[in-house]
């Protein structure tokens, strides 16, 4: 099933039923369930028995098919290191990849989608549907398309086997080609209201769930994520240091986050830069509302030409963030530069 918020988008999106775009671009904020809402999409395509409103029966060959991750007309492609985010919803190239590497502990999994994945897509397009139906892939995130798999889906994309849809999902569409944007019919993903997602936060037993939510700014499933996250501590503990200002103890920060991966951490101190702009300029912080105090008083010590050249220094960390740099001396760095912000 699709979360509650979701309905208004799945009515709305019935209407193309009629006729479907070759490819669809699912796209919207992280943490919202785009992906659980194109698996539930691609599964009422392949349902033999829909109801009218589109929604899969469940129970019929296809779905059950569908449910076991093995219909012959569905094709997921995702990163390796993503493959499990998809487990019952299809097998992919990703999957199979995987698990021919069953046993090697220190390889580290792909987080792009690879072309020789998109490639293998080519016999799945070229052969008629197992059912007489559709055939639906998936490409989930498709910001993880690289250069070069992104332009061998491109040339999917402007000659379109007939009976195929693609299905793309993402977060960061301006991490997307033009030309393969162009080539979607693009279908934006609501957010749910605040007061829709703190109850269902509520019914998933979150307490908290006003704070979670805005550290997730909005998102619930990232709101759901954060409040059984076992990272919290530290996070509390780099809010802390963060906090204190010029006084904030780089090396100790260095110690103590050096086994994280360094985009989690990229995330906390860039929402905290994010508060520190909007406390600046409204008085009103986005993601740490219960820090206010803390924010206003290191709000009015910032030098702003100081923060400006910071902020770009974040904003290239955060290319390079899946690299394998030493995680120690990234946060060293940064930290020590946040610290010379205040004057």
């Known amino acids: 099933m699709i979360y509650p918020w979701q309905h208004d988008d799945w009515d709305r999106l019935q209407r193309l039923r009629a006729q479907w775009p070759h490819a669809l671009l699912l796209y919207g904020q992280a943490g919202i369930g785009k992906l659980k809402f194109a698996q539930h999409l691609a599964q009422g395509m392949l349902c033999e028995a829909s109801a009218a409103n589109g929604e899969p029966c469940g129970q019929c060959v296809a779905c059950n098919w569908f449910a076991q991750g093995n219909h012959p007309d569905y094709r997921a ?17 990703a999957d199979e990849k995987a698990d021919g590497q069953e046993g090697k502990k220190t390889r580290t999994l792909s987080k792009e989608i690879k072309i020789e994945q998109v490639r293998a897509l080519l016999d799945f397009c070229g052969v008629g549907a197992h059912r007489g139906g559709a055939r639906v892939v998936l490409v989930y995130p498709a910001d993880a398309l690289n250069a070069a798999s992104a332009n061998a889906l491109l040339k999917t994309l ?19 080609l033009p030309t393969i944007i162009s080539r979607c019919r693009q279908w934006p993903m609501s957010t749910p209201s605040p007061e829709r997602a703190r109850a269902w936060l509520a019914e998933q037993g979150v307490h908290d769930a006003g704070a979670l939510l805005a550290e997730a700014g909005g998102a619930p499933l990232a709101a759901l994520a954060l409040a059984a996250d076992e990272n919290r501590a530290l996070r509390d503990f780099t809010l802390k240091q963060l906090a204190a200002g010029a006084q904030c103890d780089a090396f100790a920060c260095g110690e103590a986050l050096q086994k994280l991966p360094v985009p989690i951490v990229l995330g906390w101190l860039q929402r905290w830069l994010y508060d520190l702009v909007a406390e600046r300029a409204a008085q009103r912080p986005r993601y740490f509302p219960g820090a206010q105090r803390e924010l206003a008083r290191c709000a009015q010590h910032i030098d702003a030409n100081a923060f400006a050249r910071f902020m770009k220094t974040v904003t290239r960390e955060r290319a390079v963030e899946s690299h394998p740099l030493n995680a120690r001396l990234v946060f060293e760095s940064l930290f020590l530069g946040y610290r010379d912000l205040f004057v």
């Open 77 to 93: 492609l995702l990163p390796e290191a993503l493959a499990g985010e998809a487990s019952g919803a299809g097998a992919s190239a």
């Open 158 to 176: 402007e000659e379109p086997p007939a009976g195929v849809v693609f299905l793309l999902v993402s977060a960061r569409v301006d991490r997307l």
